[in-house]
């Protein structure tokens, strides 16, 4: 009953901030790998940041120093902060899971003035 489910999406203007959040169940959640992707319209999902089991962390160059990804091991939750956020934010930005190779659904961010 492995499961993420992503929240937190909305509509916000250039510049703005949304947190997202993604809680996990169903596996030992702290054992694991996680990572924030996205996918806008017409282009191929890519990875916007990860953090390991130990707490390492990893982002794409187009959000560096934008975003923050965090865990939370008690509450089985990866978090991503979102800043300055610019158009090109524009995605669905989906929880994932690294071995157990586990999707959330998806959750749209649209940053539009």
């Known amino acids: ?22 809680a996990a169940s169903g596996f030992m959640f702290s054992r694991y790998d996680m990572s924030w992707y996205r996918q806008a319209p017409g282009k191929e999902r890519e990875l916007v940041a990860g953090i390991t089991s130990t707490g390492g962390t990893n982002y794409a160059d187009s959000v560096k120093g934008r975003f923050t990804i965090s865990r939370d091991n008690v ?8 800043n300055s956020l610019k158009p090109e934010d524009t995605a669905v930005y989906y929880c994932y899971a690294s071995r157990i190779r586990s999707w959330g659904q998806g959750t749209q961010v649209t940053v539009s003035s």
Request: charged share 10%.
């Open 75 to 82: 509450q089985k939750m990866v978090l991503l902060q979102m």
């Open 1 to 22: 009953q492995v499961q993420l489910v992503e929240s937190g999406g909305g509509l916000v203007q250039p510049g703005g901030s949304l947190r997202l959040s993604c």
